[in-house]
């Protein structure tokens, strides 16, 4: 016959949060363990690509609170936030159109 086990919790009905695995434990007894949500981990803007940050961890919104800041950025302009490749394409296009303003002036300059 197969060892009865007791639900600690309220909610008996099998939803997205209230997921259980039964484990072994000594005593040769069954002991009902509740699992959590999987994380997908923080992301880029879905108009940007959507893409996973490398070098942030993935944590529930309880365990973000309690980490420290250096596991939730990146030591980077916009850590945390966009990728390298984002933030290098950012910083070359803000360069490349103040480039162009100073190829505008200095040709209206010599037009006059």
Do not use: C, W
Not at 102 to 108: G, M, S
């Amino acid at each position: 016959m197969v060892q009865r086990l007791h639900l600690r919790n309220h909610s008996k009905f099998p939803t997205k949060s209230n997921k259980f695995v039964i484990k072994h434990i000594p005593g040769g007894k069954l002991h009902m363990q509740s699992i959590k949500k999987k994380v997908s981990g923080p992301r880029t803007p879905r108009y940007l690509g959507h893409q996973r940050l490398a070098g942030v961890k993935a944590l529930r919104p309880v365990d973000a609170t309690a980490a420290p800041k250096r596991r939730k950025t990146v030591s980077r302009a916009y850590g945390g936030v966009l990728t390298h490749t984002q933030v290098r394409e950012r910083v070359i296009r803000a360069f490349l159109i103040e480039e162009q303003k100073i190829v505008k002036r200095v040709l209206r300059k010599n037009k006059h």
